[in-house]
């Protein structure tokens, strides 16, 4: 869901989106896009799963796993200034989400299950 919201606060930020939320999630590209990103990749071979919202902390373990610090630069933080906040991203925006990435979130709970084996 993050994703998708996300996703929107970007093109309206950087891209010049002016139609509405609704609009937005009839893109293809709205829909399920790391599950087609993902299709043809074995997700057993990865070696380390991380996750945006666990960055610090993985960043850390993924350079434990390989034997260094990795360096790393937060410059891509999203500018939700102009939204407000939990009155944009209500419950109906997020249930419409939901209802139309059911392949990204049962990707995304797999990946979890298979990070904390």
Do not use: C
Request: glycine share 6%; no cysteine.
């Amino acid at each position: 869901m993050d994703r998708v919201l996300s996703e929107y606060v970007h093109f309206v930020n950087h891209k010049g989106w002016e139609k509405s939320f609704e609009e937005f999630l009839k893109r293809t590209a709205a829909k399920n896009r790391i599950s087609a990103f993902l299709q043809n990749v074995d997700l057993s071979r990865f070696g380390f799963i991380g996750f945006v919202e666990d960055f610090d902390a993985d960043m850390k373990k993924s350079g434990d796993l390989v034997g260094t610090n990795f360096p790393f630069r937060k410059v891509n933080r999203g500018d939700y200034t102009s939204f407000d906040g939990d009155k944009f991203f209500d419950a109906t925006k997020r249930r419409m989400i939901v209802a139309q990435n059911q392949q990204d979130i049962a990707l995304y709970d797999e990946l979890r299950r298979m990070r904390d084996r």
